[in-house]
């Protein structure tokens, strides 16, 4: 079998998405009652190795993988970008084919999503993507995840997206193609996402709006979304900030959706900016349920990467 990498979402298809997302519900539930640290019952990665290739700081990514990789029987290694020969001018490539014969898969956290499809090319073990400035698939397997445990089904949900055309709306937008929702985008002129993720889920049947009123964005949602406003290593630019504010997810935004609509963050938040505090610390706010996600959702990624679903 070739070399299953995880790139985008894409990589893997809608089947296969579906797939982790009922694999990780069913793991989560056999865990109940058991020590974050043991192992699950079957170990299905048992002696095998994830290297963690971090050139951007991580909280979630970093902990998910770590403990994904140890409930599922395996292990992992950190590596610091600053530390590696990566970060002293050895090639992408020649760390690809060094690691290939060291580990069983790398993950890697970084701002060049070049470098990971240099990395995947080289590489004979699988490679997973823990962020890149492009795209970031596995937060959306965890936020699918989430909404599918919070009684929200996939197919024609109505996702609003508020504040920047970022790599998180890019995995949402490639997300709703696959899985068969729209996406209502509300951003600020000169903040749009990029086209190709939008004509790609388009094609895929999926309705993908663009609003410049986050009021008529939020009307009758079922999903309301938000990242931070400045991505991490970007430069704290008062333009951007400016033109952000009016995107605010508050309660009068949270009104105009449905009764039921849920707030998803992928964190950290910056609560003040680009959600209020009410809105952040409400019932409505699913974000923790979706940060511990983010191990469950891992551990079918992996899972999907080692040819095991």
């Known amino acids: 079998m070739s070399v299953r990498h995880f790139l985008d979402l894409s990589d893997a298809g809608g089947d296969a998405i579906a797939a ?20 699950d019952a079957d170990a299905p990665l048992a002696g095998r190795v994830l290297a963690m290739i971090f050139e951007k700081n991580s909280t979630r990514t970093r902990v998910s993988f770590d403990m994904a990789m140890r409930q599922l029987g395996g292990s992992a290694m950190i590596m610091e970008a600053g530390s590696m020969q990566l970060g002293r001018g050895e090639t992408v490539a020649d760390t690809a084919r060094v690691l290939s014969r060291m580990v069983d898969a790398i ?14 090319r080289h ?18 397997v965890a936020d699918l995840l989430t909404l599918v445990e919070h009684r929200k089904p996939l197919p024609g949900l109505e996702v609003a997206w508020f504040g920047d055309g970022n790599n998180v709306l890019h995995s949402i937008i490639e997300a709703a193609g696959l ?16 086209t190709e993720f939008i004509a790609a889920a388009r094609a895929a049947g999926a309705r993908i709006t663009l609003y410049r009123d986050a009021c008529e964005a939020a009307r009758d949602a079922d ?8 991505s991490m290593g ?20 949270m009104g105009r959706a ?24 409400s019932p409505a706010s699913i974000v923790w349920d979706e940060a511990e996600n983010r191990i469950h959702a891992q551990k079918s990624v992996l899972r999907w990467a080692f040819g095991q679903l």
Request: net charge negative.
């Open 20 to 39: 982790m997302i009922g694999d990780a519900i069913d793991r989560k539930d056999a865990r109940k009652g058991l020590p974050k640290g043991q192992p």
């Open 123 to 140: 590489a004979t073990v699988p490679v997973i993507n823990g962020l890149t400035d492009r795209s970031h698939p596995c937060q959306i």
């Open 234 to 253: 970007q430069a704290e630019a008062e333009a951007k900030l400016s033109a952000m504010r009016p995107f605010q997810v508050d309660e009068a935004l």
């Open 223 to 230: 999903v309301l979304v938000t990242d931070t406003w400045v």
């Open 258 to 281: 449905k009764h039921d609509a849920v707030f998803l963050h992928c964190l950290p938040a910056h609560v003040g900016d680009e959600v209020s505090e009410a809105v952040f610390e």
């Open 107 to 120: 993950m890697i956290r970084t701002d060049d999503h070049a470098k990971i499809e240099e990395l995947a």
């Open 179 to 194: 899985m068969k929702f729209n996406v209502r985008y509300a951003v600020p002129e000169g903040y749009e996402p990029d």
